[in-house]
């Protein structure tokens, strides 16, 4: 049975990573798919990974219709036997609907990876839509650690190194500089998100430089 299947974690688990793989391994036994994104650190039309793998893909935007583009490859000829379809946290909900679609009515597999929450710990609408209509979540195993050492679970956005909860809720890349600030993002684990406890605070407020005492 074809399945649309929703790979999961923080920041840094290497989803995008899997997504790569996933691919590779699926032409490796002479399957033919497509490969999307949106808001890809690299830029547009890219898959990127955090330990260097890159490659090409379809940007997804507002007005994209998966649905009305997979039927445009059938009706040319062109074989399409699965989708991997990374940052799709990034999505609109409707997107999420034409992919279940797709696997129900044209029998093809979906592959989705994305980030659960945004720095705020509310879900994605994306990703709240994935996980009303996926076959299977699964929490990726490669666990990122907070700077304490536990395993991260909570994505931070950090401005100068202090964690902020306000804004908007996407910001691409992972150091912005703006107004002469440096908007970053870093995993936490739960504890230290709660008390907005980025590893810079902690440098500051754990360690901090003998007092100049003569």
């Known amino acids: 049975m074809t399945q649309l299947i929703f790979f999961t974690g923080p920041m840094n688990c290497g989803k995008s990573t899997l997504a790569l793989q996933t691919d590779f391994t699926e032409t490796q036994a002479g399957r033919s798919g497509r490969v999307f994104t949106r808001n890809d650190r690299a830029g547009a039309a890219t898959i990127s990974s955090r330990i260097g793998l890159e490659q090409p893909a379809i940007e997804v935007t507002d007005d994209f219709d998966f649905w009305r583009f997979v039927i ?17 946290h990034f999505y609109a909900p409707e997107h999420i609907d034409q992919l279940a679609r797709i696997v129900d009515e044209l029998q093809l597999d979906v592959y989705c990876f994305a980030i659960l929450t945004d720095f705020r710990t509310e879900l994605f609408p994306a990703t709240r839509r994935l996980v009303e209509l996926c076959d299977r979540m699964e929490l990726l195993q490669v666990r990122p650690r907070c700077w304490c050492g536990e395993p991260a679970t909570h994505n931070a956005r950090t401005v100068d190194g202090a964690m902020v909860t306000e804004g908007s809720q996407v910001m691409v890349g992972d150091v912005v500089p703006t107004d002469d600030r440096v908007i970053a993002y870093e995993v936490l684990c739960r504890r230290h998100h709660r008390r907005r406890m980025t590893s810079a605070v902690a440098s500051v407020t754990l360690n901090p430089e003998p007092l100049p005492f003569g």
Do not use: P
């Open 72 to 88: 445009d490859e059938l009706t040319h000829g062109r074989r399409v036997d699965y989708l991997i379809c990374d940052e799709a």
